[in-house]
């Protein structure tokens, strides 16, 4: 078909690609939406004449570098989980995605949970702080946490792949001692060169 050899104009979330019908085609998803286009029964997915697709534009690009190449890269365990889901959603095998080569990028995750209890004669605040690293990282934090100097009124335990501290006090102010908690472990994760994401 002539759609299939022209040069097809998508927009993903906002940002224009341009690719060839034949590499569209080689998703599932595409060729659906391709084979919709050429009976001229495509409405809904269409913006000013143009495909659209309520995807991350950032995302797309490794999707339709896969297209192209048959190759997909994740630098990042975060990023490998995303672009699993969007080739999910394209019809592509999750399972093709690699890691990047010669990465070397890992991730720390810090958690905060706290629960407020309402008790008779006073209230109870309960916080905990949780990181979840790779098994070398939270080694080597456990170590340097655990030490005299770094012991007040919580702890830094172990469990599984977390490492998590926990403290408890009848009041209200327990929600100042979370930089408290948490200034020690992004301390040390700023040592190894980890960066804050803001996620």
């Not at 339709?64 to 630098?75: D, I, K, M, P, T």
């Not at 990282?137 to 501290?165: C, I, N």
Request: one cysteine or more; charged letters at 25%; a negative charge.
């Amino acid at each position: 078909s002539d759609w299939l050899e022209g040069v097809i104009c998508i927009n993903v979330g906002g940002t224009l690609f341009k690719t060839g019908g034949s590499t569209l085609q080689k998703s599932p998803f595409f060729a659906a939406l391709l084979r919709h286009r050429a009976e001229g029964t495509m409405n809904s997915t269409m913006s000013e004449g143009v495909l659209f697709i309520d995807r991350s534009p950032k995302l797309f690009d490794h999707v339709l570098a896969f297209l192209r190449s048959g190759l997909a890269f994740a630098s990042s365990d975060m990023e490998k989980a995303l672009l699993r889901e969007e080739f999910s959603f394209f019809g592509l095998d999750p399972e093709a995605i690699q890691p990047a080569p010669g990465s070397q990028t890992q991730e720390a995750v810090i958690g905060v949970r706290w629960k407020h209890i309402d008790m008779y004669d006073s209230d109870k605040a309960i916080i905990l702080v949780s990181i979840h690293a790779p098994e070398a990282v939270l080694a080597e934090m456990q170590e340097s946490l655990g030490t005299p100097q770094h012991m007040e009124d919580f702890q830094w335990k172990r469990s599984g792949p977390m490492l998590y501290a926990e403290i408890m006090k009848l009041s209200d102010t327990t929600y100042m001692d979370v930089p408290r908690l948490m200034a020690l472990p992004l301390s040390f994760l700023w040592r190894l060169d980890f960066r804050e994401s803001g996620r």
